[in-house]
């Protein structure tokens, strides 16, 4: 039933087994890295260290980017940067990759799961402002949840497989009830809204370098914030809060073990001189899925208004569960790897008991939305 779409992708990728996303490596990947080897500095010392940030900063437009060994602990240190503290609740959407809700427990906070838009599959600004106006309140500057009596401290929107959310509304709500928002843009690495680049909008913004992201370092995360101070602060957290000085060994803070190795950052600086060329191929891949699925009973998942989205993962949607069911089945038999949406974060044991609002859309992708394969055709 699904085989003419099964056909198409294998003949689009010109091979008898597609998987769901691998990196490509056309530039300078093997010379940097040797570089490392040969000069020693494979750890966490050299040159790659600084320009993958300087490179990354200036992509983005972030005033400073830090470079972390995942995008998990980057979110992680975001959300302890912008003060949040053991029982403070966290806004965030349910549907997401598991690092986000895992970010959030390692702070002791408790996420609350406000539902998705249909447009974006990110954070619903409506949905949002709604949640706010009804149940919580002011003091003290700080925003208050009536129900439970605990500091909303944080929002972490995310901008869903390369999709921008509506980042510009989401801000403008969390400024009016004094929430600090930290973006989620882990899988948006090129992907801008209204020009701007996703994990800038927000105090901070992290990206992730795992192995199936837009570009890698084999693992890896960047912090971005257009804070000079709290970018470094952050990375003075990243590197065990070592107190500058030729010989002494002096902490003035609880650090972390957090920066990228200078191996893995030769890496990513190969890989972000190609960024541009991968996004431009994604993008056609897009367009010709598009084209494609325009004839079938399933639908295809277009960038957004305003948002120009890598493609990370591309988006179809079925017309309910047992047909999404059936295509994963057919397709994953047949050579063509494709995997359904996250389980949403609020069904998982550890965050059943946290605080969910109506998330009908979020159960609506869930039930529906499957991810096909979106490698780089070169
Ligand atoms: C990939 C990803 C992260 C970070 O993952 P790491 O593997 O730790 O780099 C965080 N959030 C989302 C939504 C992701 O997809």
């Known amino acids: 039933m699904y085989s003419n779409i099964v056909d198409f992708i294998k003949q689009t990728y010109q091979k008898d087994k597609v998987i769901l996303h691998e990196p490509t490596f056309i530039g300078n990947e093997k010379k940097y890295v040797n570089e490392c080897i040969d000069t020693t500095f494979v750890s966490s010392v050299g040159k790659f260290v600084d320009k993958f940030e300087d490179l990354t900063a200036e992509y983005t437009g972030a005033k400073k980017a830090i470079v972390c060994v995942n995008g998990t602990n980057a979110l992680y240190l975001a959300l302890l940067l912008v003060g949040v503290k053991q029982g403070d609740e966290i806004i965030t959407q349910p549907l997401t990759f598991i690092a986000t809700a895992n970010s959030i427990s390692y702070c002791n906070a408790n996420p609350i799961f406000i539902d998705v838009d249909k447009e974006t599959m990110g954070l619903s600004p409506k949905k949002l402002n709604e949640f706010l106006s009804k149940n919580t309140e002011i003091k003290n500057n700080a925003c208050y949840n009536l129900k439970t009596r605990k500091k909303i401290a944080a929002c972490v929107p995310m901008h869903t497989f390369g999709h921008p959310a509506k980042i510009d509304e989401i801000i403008d709500i969390c400024n009016k009830y004094k929430i600090e928002v930290v973006e989620d843009a882990a899988e948006s690495m090129g992907s801008t809204y209204k ?61 972390y073990n957090y920066r990228m190795p200078n191996i893995n950052a030769a890496l990513g600086c190969a890989q972000i001189e190609k960024l541009d060329f991968f996004i431009e191929k994604k993008r056609l891949l897009a367009t010709k899925y598009k084209e494609f699925f325009k004839n079938t009973s399933l639908q295809f998942f277009s960038e957004p208004e305003n ?33 359904p949406a996250w389980t949403l974060m609020n069904k998982l044991p550890m965050f059943q008991h946290c605080q969910t609002e109506n998330i009908e859309n979020a159960q609506w992708f869930e039930d529906r939305l499957v991810n096909i394969p979106s490698s780089v055709i070169i």
């Not at 890698?216 to 000085?245: C, R, W, Y």
């Open 307 to 339: 948002s120009f989205s890598n493609y990370w993962l591309n988006v179809v949607l079925l017309e309910n569960r047992e047909k999404r069911n059936e295509f994963l089945e057919f397709t994953n038999k047949n050579g063509v790897m494709t995997r």
């Open 195 to 255: 020009g701007k680049h996703t994990g800038t909008f927000g105090k901070l913004g992290i990206l992730s370098f795992n192995g199936n992201k837009t570009i890698t370092t084999g693992g890896g995360g960047m912090i971005l914030t257009n804070d000079e101070e709290l970018g470094k602060f952050a990375k003075h957290l990243t590197t065990q809060s070592k107190v500058p000085h030729p010989w002494e060994f002096n902490h003035d803070n609880i650090g």
